[in-house]
């Protein structure tokens, strides 16, 4: 079972900063989150991870709060190819496999 | 394009039958993963290969195998097929396959008549 929660959907205008939320409340202190996102049926495209600390890079950025427990990524100027499903995932560190657990993901619809 | 190719993109096949889907890590991974999605399971994790050597299997069903060949490209090998087979399925590739980033493969579409 995916250890992290998403709302099913969200929108946002286009130029608009996206903001999606993930729960993740059982993640442990070598678990790293990952944001990957699926446009349409292609294959899903990293986005970005984290630790413990906020990361950025030229897709977004990712919020991760100090007790670990839920985390932000934020598409600061969404446009109408971002429309897609974004999965949030907990991912271990350390261990033998990092094989991705995916949820359901939240479908973010960027409209014009 | 993340650097990871896959073919066939299209598979149309009876039940009954066997194919066989082709993958092609990114230069210099050594690890590679297979993923299916389907429309009432959603993306799964089935096996993964490190460097020829099986690392972890998910729920991949017995019907189905896999390998890592020395050139470091992987096949995924499916059997006696079912309806309940069709769905995309995905090859991811990343440098070790422990701490690292997973690069997806564009999927092959398989579709059992």
């Known amino acids: 079972d995916a250890k992290t929660t998403q709302p099913p959907s969200m929108d946002c205008a286009e130029g608009r900063a996206a903001n999606l939320p993930c729960n993740h409340s059982?993640?442990?202190?070598?678990?790293?989150v990952y944001w990957y996102r699926q446009i349409h049926s292609q294959g899903p495209q990293y986005i970005i991870h984290g630790l413990k600390n906020n990361e950025t890079n030229e897709m977004a950025s990712l919020i991760i709060t100090e007790d670990r427990k839920s985390s932000t990524l934020i598409l600061p100027h969404a446009t109408l190819r971002d429309t897609a499903v974004y999965y949030c995932i907990v991912s271990g560190y350390g261990g033998a496999t990092n094989k991705l657990i995916f949820g359901t993901g939240t479908l973010l619809a960027v409209q014009p | 394009d993340s650097g990871v190719t896959q073919t066939p993109k299209h598979l149309i096949t009876a039940t009954g039958q066997r194919v066989t889907l082709r993958c092609s890590p990114r230069?210099?991974?050594?690890?590679v993963y297979w993923y299916q999605q389907s429309l009432d399971q959603g993306l799964q994790f089935l096996i993964q290969?490190?460097?020829?050597?099986?690392?972890a299997k998910g729920n991949i069903l017995e019907r189905f195998s896999a390998q890592q060949f020395p050139d470091l490209h992987s096949e995924l090998n499916l059997s006696s097929l079912e309806l309940g087979d069709s769905a995309l399925y995905f090859c991811a590739s990343s440098v070790e396959g422990s701490t690292d980033t997973q690069y997806f493969g564009p999927g092959t579409r398989l579709t059992v008549l």
């Open positions: 290969y490190y460097n020829g050597e099986e690392r």
């Open positions: 230069s210099g991974d050594l690890s």
């Open positions: 059982t993640i442990s202190g070598n678990e790293y």
